[in-house]
């Protein structure tokens, strides 16, 4: 199926005053390959929804179950974040967002970072992985440590909330690796 033309979710047999916020999808897989991952393997080729549509998708939600808050359950928002937050800001409702991030370097610049939150952004899911730099580059994340420590600052400079994931023991990971990351987490938090 056309990933675009799936409607929106339908939350009518769910009990929602349960929830403080609705579930959303924007897109499915990932355009990354990362060692210790199989989201590519297992979704295939990233695809993603159009972001007006995803704007428009979000108000209508919240139109018909009073529900400003979105969870996004995509495995990464990135290759879309800056569309996304700018066409929220062109609607006449303002709608808040979750969503799990990669490290990259836009997210390392404050005024960035302040434009996605403006833009209803107010809870990042981090993937930072490790601390140390050589397991970095072994997981092929393409990221350095200085980057997801700008990233932190930049979203915590902007109040994005921010939950932070770590990997421990990957294949070819050292006590010494291990400690560069518990230092590195002593820094960020």
């Not at 996004?72 to 996304?84: A, T």
């Not at 601390?131 to 420590?149: E, F, P």
């Not at 994931?165 to 990351?181: A, C, I």
Request: include cysteine; charge should be neutral.
């Amino acid at each position: 199926a056309d990933f675009n033309s799936l409607d929106i979710p339908d939350y009518s047999d769910i009990d929602i005053s349960r929830y403080p916020y609705l579930g959303y999808c924007g897109s499915i897989s990932c355009p990354y390959q990362c060692s210790f991952c199989n989201v590519v393997s297992y979704f295939g080729k990233f695809r993603r929804k159009d972001v007006t549509r995803m704007a428009d998708d979000m108000q209508r939600l919240y139109r018909i179950y009073s529900r400003q808050v979105f969870y996004f359950s995509d495995n990464m928002v990135n290759p879309f974040i800056f569309e996304l937050a700018e066409e929220c800001l062109k609607r006449d409702k303002a709608v808040y967002w979750s969503a799990y991030l990669k490290v990259d370097t836009y997210g390392c610049e404050p005024a960035n970072t302040m434009r996605w939150r403006r833009g209803g952004f107010y809870h990042a899911r981090l993937g930072v992985d490790s601390g140390s730099q050589r397991v970095l580059d072994m997981m092929d994340k393409r990221i350095t440590q200085a980057q997801s420590k700008a990233m932190i600052m930049g979203l915590a400079h902007a109040g994005i909330k921010t939950t932070t994931y770590w990997l421990v023991g990957h294949p070819g990971e050292t006590e010494e690796d291990f400690q560069q990351t518990l230092d590195f987490l002593s820094e960020c938090k």
